[in-house]
Nanobody, 124 residues
């Protein structure tokens, strides 16, 4: 069982930056593919970014060039650095883990464990 705990979400203004963190339990974090997704009420959970166990990164077109995903295996933590935030980035942000050296996915079905989410609100 892997537990994921997100933090860092808050209310910011358009153009601001914010860094989300996701701390994971487990001794084999370095073998996890990690993803960030976001969701607004009434809509499906949407892929934002992912980082493979060997540090390949992937981004949704809507965040490419503004968001950066990274990981610190010594701290069992994945980060999402969000710059130039826009009101349309407002959502609950979830991190997810795919265990066992698997390829990362842009689909929610590609992940085994999920955090509880952290709210990011961007005001205009």
């Amino acid at each position: 069982q892997v537990q994921l705990v997100e933090s860092g979400g808050r209310l910011v203004q358009a153009g601001d930056s914010l860094r989300l963190s996701c701390a994971a339990s487990g001794r084999t974090f370095s073998s996890y593919g990690m993803g960030w997704f976001r969701q607004v009420p009434g809509k499906e959970r949407q892929f934002v970014a992912a980082i493979s166990w060997h540090d390949n990164t992937y981004y949704a077109d809507s965040v490419k060039g503004r968001f950066t995903i990274s990981r610190d295996n010594a701290k069992n933590t994945v980060y999402l650095q969000m710059n130039s935030l826009r009101p349309e980035d407002t959502a609950v942000y979830y991190c997810a883990a795919a265990v066992g050296y698997r390829l990362v996915s842009i689909q929610t079905t590609g992940y085994d464990y999920w955090g509880q989410g952290t709210q990011v609100t961007v005001s205009s």
